[in-house]
C-alpha cells in the first residue's frame, strides 16, 4: 500500500474543515481554510461556507435519504462552479506554498 493510499483509507476526508486540517498537519504554511475563505466576488458566503453547504446537502441525500427540492439545475450549476473555483484556489495556493509553476491543464 502506498502512503497515498495509507492517508486516503485512515484519515476522514468528507468535510472540508477535516481536508482542512489534514493538509495543515503535513504541512503547517498549506492553509486551504483561510485560502477558501477569502472573499470571493462580493458574496455573502465564502468559498468554504459553499463547499461545506454542498457537502451538508450530499450527506442528507446520501444518509438519510432527504432530497432538496430547491435542487434545480440552476444550483447544480452553481455548486460545480464553486466547486471548480475551490479546487482553482487551492491548487493555487500549495503550487505557491511549495514554489511549484501553477498549471491549470484541466477544464470543466
Not at 472573499?39 to 453547504?53: A, D, Q
Request: proline letters at 2%; one cysteine or more.
Amino acid at each position: 500500500m502506498s502512503i497515498e493510499d495509507a492517508i486516503a483509507e485512515n484519515l476522514p476526508f468528507q468535510r472540508i474543515a477535516a481536508i482542512c486540517k489534514h493538509f495543515k498537519e503535513v504541512d503547517k504554511n498549506i492553509d486551504f481554510a483561510a485560502a477558501l475563505r477569502k472573499p470571493y466576488r462580493r458574496r455573502k458566503i465564502s468559498l468554504y461556507e459553499s463547499l461545506e453547504n454542498i457537502v451538508d446537502s450530499r450527506h442528507r441525500i446520501i444518509h438519510r435519504g432527504q432530497l432538496d427540492l430547491q435542487l434545480d439545475d440552476k444550483a447544480v450549476s452553481s455548486m460545480l462552479h464553486d466547486m471548480k473555483e475551490g479546487i482553482i484556489r487551492c491548487y493555487k495556493h500549495l503550487t505557491s506554498v511549495k514554489g511549484w509553476g501553477y498549471d491549470q491543464w484541466w477544464g470543466c
